[in-house]
């Protein structure tokens, strides 16, 4: 019998997220160190492919102020819900959420109009060279979004809007993105690096 796919949602109660939550190490995770998140300093964020949302929830949680944005119709609304269903949970979720605003549309177009510290960039990531089969809630999103073949304009775009910084989170050992000047720094992980280009 063929296996029904289970339904994408986007939960921040439940699963990896609220693992996370409560076990990520803080403000010592790549992403906040990335991010500039340290001791004293909280900066401002745009995450402008949001996604399923786990990063903004995480840099929320440690404090900072979140705008996401999500140009796929599918996934803004599940990212709603989502979001939505955290805020019903109360606490410490409707606290994080508070602190997350969703918007709709290009990011290439909204950048210029907002105002962040940092802006993360998440890009669908190149095909990988080995064929394991992408995780299936990735292979999901990939089919809702797409590929995302204006990073690279993507990417100049935050650079020149940043105030401090822009973040590319990437697989760690894929080439650079093509028409992108050289990071400033890079954090790497086991399976992912953040390309940080620090601005201003």
Do not use: N
């Amino acid at each position: 019998m063929k296996q029904v796919e289970a339904e994408l949602r986007v939960d921040f109660v439940e699963g990896p997220v609220a693992h996370r939550l409560r076990f990520g190490g803080g403000r010592g995770q790549d992403l906040a160190k990335a991010i500039g998140l340290r001791a004293g300093k909280t900066p401002t964020v745009i995450d402008a492919t949001a996604g399923l949302g786990r990063d903004s929830f995480l840099l929320a949680s440690l404090g900072a102020q979140v705008t996401l944005i999500e140009r796929s119709e599918k996934m803004h609304a599940l990212l709603m819900q989502g979001m939505e269903r955290a805020e019903k949970e109360g606490g410490q979720f409707r606290e994080i959420i508070g602190r997350m605003t969703l918007l709709k549309g290009d990011a290439k177009d909204l950048i210029p109009k907002l105002s962040g510290d940092a802006i993360l960039i998440d890009p669908m990531h190149p095909a990988r060279k080995k064929s394991a089969l992408v995780k299936r809630e990735l292979r999901q999103v990939r089919d809702i979004v797409g590929t995302d073949d204006d990073a690279a304009d993507l990417v100049r775009v935050a650079i020149q809007h940043a105030r401090k910084r822009v973040v590319l989170k990437w697989p760690a050992k894929a080439d650079p993105i093509e028409g992108v000047q050289a990071c400033t720094h890079q954090i790497r992980g086991k399976t992912t690096r953040y390309d940080v280009f620090m601005v201003g």
